[in-house]
Nanobody, 122 residues
């Protein structure tokens, strides 16, 4: 499984970015996906996750109401729309995929993309 994340960059407080993660190597539409982030000196945290159908989603409390995860199974791509960005959202963002099938959003992940830097200036 290969995951290629893109869309990061530098944005001012209150701005928006959309991250994309293109997946290949297996049937994308059968698996959930997740977005993690890691800021310097902190542990990697799950930001958002989505089930294979999109019907089950998870958001960290810190991003609820600002971030939206979605997927396009025809394009083998998962997105993270980030609005009302804050300096504390600054981190490297990773997309990830599980190794097992589930009807719910995934809790454990086996495959990781290379990360894309998001920097929010104050």
């Amino acid at each position: 499984v290969q995951l290629q994340a893109s869309g990061g960059g530098l944005v001012q407080t209150g701005g928006s970015l959309r991250l994309s993660c293109a997946a290949s190597g297996r049937t994308f539409s059968s698996y959930g996906m997740g977005w993690f982030r890691q800021a310097p000196g902190t542990e990697r945290e799950l930001v958002a996750a989505i089930s294979w159908s999109g019907g089950s989603q998870y958001y960290a409390d810190s991003v609820k109401g600002r971030f939206t995860i979605s997927r396009d199974n025809a394009k083998n791509t998962v997105y993270l729309q980030m609005n009302s960005l804050k300096p504390e959202d600054t981190a490297v963002y990773y997309c990830a995929a599980p190794s097992i099938l589930s009807t719910d959003y995934p809790r454990e992940y086996a495959y990781w993309g290379q990360g894309t830097q998001v920097t929010v200036s104050s």
